[in-house]
């Protein structure tokens, strides 16, 4: 028979909590799984009795009187948990958050990929858009959960792969098959929907069950390249690499990726959301997205 273990934590042992997942058990009663992190340690906690509207939120201090670990997963009780303050820059877990990147970074990056494009009216619409898009992915996150999930991720996510491209399409083996411009404008839309999936805390919204982050992300791009001067196959291109980004169907995709562009994202797009996977994930720790244990060297 496997009992339950009871320990008590330090109570100077402090946490910084690097994600929150709101559920509600089969009892009505509400919990919070927690990702939390020191400069030693990542752990998981089931934190039971906690409502929406209470308890740490993303980059918010926490410290714990006791923790129950089950066969390695660990849950507390509201009243064992105390919540503390959002750390300013000196405190020593404050770079634990993955913070929005800088708009001076943001802006470099795609001064650099419009250097390899060559169509000057989706030039002037990266830009316009890039623009217009970085204040607002600032605020949102990427996800509830499994990655990038704190405020302002939707913004690390969508600059991270902006990034890679800066250093793949140079060494991508046949240049001459592809439009970078696709990709880009592919990119700073293929979650465009998580504006509207999801509120600023991370929870997801009423068009999130009935629409849909990739439809959404998809019309709402497919109207704006209506109003330029280009013909609907150009505008189809792009919008299919929206509509193929999670590249197979059995992980959401309402199409495979059928153009080298599309592809291509989807191998961005999965290296950016598995690296902050596996950066966020504590060692040992079970990963459904990534159907293993991660293990820290």
Excluded at 228 to 253: M, P, T, W, Y
Excluded at 258 to 266: F, K, R
Aim: glycine share 6%.
């Amino acid at each position: 028979m496997h009992l339950k273990q009871y320990f008590t934590i330090d109570m100077n042992k402090e946490f910084i909590v690097l994600s929150r997942q709101d559920a509600v058990a089969r009892n009505n009663s509400p919990y919070v799984n927690l990702k939390i992190a020191n400069n030693e340690e990542i752990e998981t906690i089931c934190v039971f009795d906690v409502p929406k509207t209470s308890g740490p939120k993303v980059g918010q201090l926490v410290r714990f009187l006791t923790i129950r670990d089950n066969q390695g997963k660990k849950s507390a009780t509201n009243m064992d948990m105390i919540a503390g303050t959002f750390p300013t820059e000196e405190h020593p877990l404050y770079h634990l958050v993955p913070r929005p990147v800088k708009r001076e970074v943001w802006d470099a990056t795609i001064e650099t990929l419009i250097g390899f494009c060559k169509d000057k009216v989706l030039i002037d619409f990266i830009r316009k858009q890039a623009d217009e898009l970085f204040p607002k992915y600032s605020k949102y996150p990427a996800a509830t959960s499994v990655h990038h999930a704190f405020p302002g991720g939707l913004l690390n996510h969508t600059w991270q792969m902006l990034h890679l491209l800066e250093g793949i399409y140079p060494v991508y083996p046949y240049p001459e098959d592809i439009k970078v411009e696709r990709i880009i404008i592919g990119i700073l839309f293929h979650d465009w929907g998580k504006l509207c999936e999801y509120n600023v805390e991370g929870e997801k919204l009423e068009n999130g069950f009935l629409l849909g982050h990739i439809y959404m992300s998809a019309n709402y791009l497919n109207n704006l390249l209506r109003e330029l001067d280009i013909d609907k196959r150009e505008i189809n291109f792009i919008v299919h690499c929206v509509l193929a980004h999670h590249g197979q169907l059995e992980f959401g995709s309402p199409v495979l990726p059928c153009i080298p562009e599309a592809q291509l994202l989807n191998y961005i797009d999965n290296i950016s959301a598995k690296a902050d996977i596996f950066s966020t994930t504590g060692n040992m720790e079970k990963v459904f997205a990534l159907g293993t244990n991660v293990v820290k060297g």
